[in-house]
């Protein structure tokens, strides 16, 4: 399984950004796809998850309303559309996929089995 996540930048608050992770090496239909940000000196954190099959999506507190998760599954691809940045957004995002779980979505870190190289987020105020 690869994983290849882009779209990063520097932003200022209030800007938007798209970010995209192309999935490649196996089916995905049925998993769940997830992103994760880590700002320095953090730990991992959960930010937003798709279940491949379905699109059923499930998002932490604190981007619920301003960030959307999506699919395009021709292009084996998951977006994740972040507008109204924050300057606490800063991190580097990470996406990931869970390949074990085959209903609901889990938030760990450790739930998922691959993850991609992670692309920065910068948003200044």
């Known amino acids: 399984v690869q994983l290849q996540a882009s779209g990063g930048g520097l932003v200022q608050a209030g800007d938007s950004l798209r970010l995209s992770c192309v999935a490649s090496g196996r089916t995905f239909s049925g998993y769940v796809m997830g992103w994760f940000r880590q700002a320095p000196g953090k730990g991992r954190d959960f930010v937003a998850a798709?279940?491949?099959?379905?699109?059923?999506?499930y998002y932490r507190d604190s981007v619920k309303g301003r960030f959307t998760i999506s699919l395009d599954n021709a292009k084996n691809t998951v977006y994740l559309q972040m507008n109204s940045l924050k300057p606490e957004d800063t991190a580097v995002y990470y996406c990931a996929v869970d390949l074990t779980t085959t209903t609901g979505i889990y938030t760990r870190p450790n739930r998922y089995d691959s993850w991609g190289q992670g692309t920065q987020v910068t948003v200044s105020s």
């Open positions: 798709i279940r491949w099959s379905g699109g059923s999506t």
